[in-house]
C-alpha cells in the first residue's frame, strides 16, 4: 500500500531534549516536506526537499533541521525543543521531475507534540 | 505571487444535500496543479481531488468533482449527496513554479453537516 509513515504519532517530551519525528514513503517520490499545523494559522511549511542530498527552508524553519540522505526518508529534527514548538506536524510526499513538482502531495497521518 | 482564497470560513449544510465550496486562485504560472484536501477532526489530511491546469475536463473522484473555470480562476469543490462524515474542515491548494512548487494554502471551510 503506497503511504507515507510518520513516527511517533504523539509525543510528550520536555523542554531541551532532542528529538527525532521520522518520515518514510514507499512511492519513490523526490519531493518531501515537513508542514506544522496551529489553530488558526493553518498549514506552514518548515523545511522541504526536491530531491536526495537537496533540502530548504519553508516559511517557519528555525529550530527545525531535517536531512535527506535516502529518497525515501526525510526526518525532521528538534534539537532544542520549546514549548512554542507544540504542534501537530505533518510530513508529505509528491512525485518531482516525473510529475513536474505540480502533482498532489500525500500525507501522512500526523505527529501530534508536546513540549513541556 | 501564487494566492488562494477560500471566502467560506463555515457552512451547515442539511444531509444529502449538495454543496458547493469555493476557491480562487491567482497565479502568474500557465502549469500549475489545484488540490482539495480534507481534514476531519481526528487530525489527518486526505487528499480529496486533483486538477492540473492544463486538463481539459473537470476532475471527479465519486462523489467530489471539482468545477475548474481557468478564466476566472476558479476552483470550486462540489460535494454531491452530503453525508454526515463530510463533516470537516476543507482546504484548496496550489502549486506551481510561482511558488518554487510549494503548496500554497486557503485558510479553509469548515463544513458541517446537519441530520
Known amino acids: 500500500e503506497a503511504q507515507v509513515t510518520q513516527n511517533p504519532r504523539y509525543l510528550i517530551t520536555v523542554t531541551g531534549k532532542k528529538l527525532t519525528v521520522t518520515c518514510s514513503q514507499n512511492?519513490?517520490?523526490?519531493?518531501m516536506s515537513w508542514y506544522r499545523q496551529d489553530p488558526g494559522l493553518g498549514l506552514r511549511q518548515i523545511y522541504y526537499?526536491?530531491?536526495?542530498?537537496?533540502?530548504d527552508k519553508g516559511d517557519v524553519p528555525e529550530g527545525y533541521k531535517v536531512s535527506r540522505k535516502e529518497k525515501r526518508n526525510f526526518p525532521l529534527i528538534l534539537e532544542s525543543p520549546s514549548p512554542n514548538q507544540t504542534s501537530l506536524y505533518f510530513c508529505?510526499?509528491?512525485?518531482?521531475?516525473?510529475?513536474?513538482?505540480?502533482?498532489?502531495?500525500?500525507f501522512g497521518e500526523g505527529s501530534r507534540l508536546t513540549v513541556l | 505571487a501564487q494566492k488562494i482564497t477560500q471566502t467560506q470560513p463555515g457552512m451547515f449544510v442539511q444531509e444529502k444535500e449538495a454543496v458547493t465550496l469555493d476557491c480562487t486562485y491567482d497565479?502568474?504560472?500557465?502549469?500549475?496543479?489545484l488540490f482539495w484536501y480534507k481534514q476531519p477532526s481526528s487530525g489527518e489530511m486526505i487528499f480529496l481531488i486533483y486538477?492540473?491546469?492544463?486538463d481539459e475536463q473537470n476532475a471527479t473522484e465519486g462523489r467530489y468533482s471539482l468545477n475548474f473555470q481557468k478564466a476566472r480562476k476558479s476552483a470550486n469543490l462540489v460535494i454531491s449527496a452530503s453525508q454526515l462524515g463530510d463533516s470537516a474542515m476543507y482546504f484548496c491548494?496550489?502549486?506551481?513554479?510561482?511558488?518554487?512548487?510549494?503548496?500554497?494554502w486557503g485558510a479553509g471551510t469548515k463544513l458541517i453537516i446537519k441530520p
Open positions: 508529505a510526499s509528491s512525485l518531482g521531475h516525473g510529475g513536474g513538482y505540480t502533482g498532489e502531495l500525500f
Open positions: 526537499s526536491m530531491n536526495v542530498e537537496v533540502t
Open positions: 486538477q492540473g491546469s492544463y
Open positions: 512511492m519513490n517520490h523526490e519531493y
Open positions: 491548494a496550489m502549486r506551481g513554479p510561482d511558488s518554487n512548487y510549494q503548496l500554497i
Open positions: 497565479t502568474s504560472d500557465q502549469s500549475y496543479g
